[in-house]
């Protein structure tokens, strides 16, 4: 029977032999790039590095100590508003505030169920966008123009709706409202319903004042032109083209803007 020889130390058998150390348990995903790398090459795997995670895309390390990055061109998924990821799911929900939802998607998505408000609210990266009737920007300011004017006639009405105009003014969203609902009128329904609200402002203009027909369209002009100054935060700017847009009108001026001189 062959004679094999045994270092010194070890029985027979391998129980004596130094085993190799164990393999930790890869996992699938850790935060940071530097643990998911350590990790993949001592487990041998691939691990996710969470925190690189986006709605269209994996960062994963691999154990040669590369990295992988795995690109979706839709998304793979979004944020739930706890903060957690969670898979996609467009199909609307009532929830218990009354609205209308998705139930997980990159835009969150809020639809009204009816009553005043924006029909549709939608926000992302910490901004929110709204939709509403553009009725209701024009109502609220014929609202005020009409209390503004009061019991009084006249130029003294047309003072008293241009500084209530003035004052709106720092309500910036609906001037822009106004101007968004003037470049939706391409669409035959959002123009009816603009036309109809236009023309309220304008008649309650007419009726508050009395005056003539250049005159209101004059004053209906200014306002366009203040709607612009807004939308464009020109009392941000010093430029002498800003401050000339800016100039104030007084309502002397008034007086002689009429058919006759018109003529």
Excluded at 44 to 56: C, L, Y
């Amino acid at each position: 029977m062959p004679l094999v020889a045994v270092p010194a130390g070890v029985g027979a058998g391998s129980a004596g032999l130094d085993a190799a150390p164990a393999r930790p348990a890869c996992v699938v995903s850790v935060p940071s790039g530097a643990a998911a790398s350590s990790l993949a090459q001592a487990c041998g795997g691939t691990v996710e590095v969470a925190d690189a995670r986006t709605e269209t895309s994996e960062l994963s390390a691999n154990a040669d100590g590369w990295f992988t990055v795995v690109p979706h061109v839709a998304p793979q998924r979004a944020r739930r508003l706890d903060g957690t990821w969670g898979p996609i799911d467009t199909t609307l929900r009532f929830t218990a505030d009354g609205m209308v939802r998705p139930g997980n998607t990159v835009v969150q998505v809020r639809l009204s169920a009816g009553g005043p408000g924006a029909f549709a609210t939608a926000a992302l990266g910490g901004r929110e966008f709204g939709l509403r009737w553009p009725r209701s920007p024009f109502a609220q300011m014929t609202d005020a123009l009409r209390q503004a004017a009061g019991n009084a006639t006249g130029y003294e009405a047309l003072a008293r709706m241009g500084s209530a105009y003035d004052a709106m003014l720092a309500d910036r969203t609906m001037l822009l409202l106004h101007l968004q609902a003037f470049a939706a009128c391409g669409d035959d329904e959002v123009r009816d319903g603009v036309r109809t609200a236009f023309g309220r402002m304008w008649q309650t203009v007419s009726d508050a004042t009395g005056l003539e027909a250049v005159q209101i369209k004059t004053f209906m002009a200014f306002g366009m032109l203040l709607n612009t100054n807004a939308a464009l935060d020109l009392a941000a700017i010093d430029g002498q083209w800003a401050q000339q847009a800016r100039t104030r009108i007084q309502p002397g001026l008034f007086t002689h803007v009429t058919t006759e001189t018109n003529k």
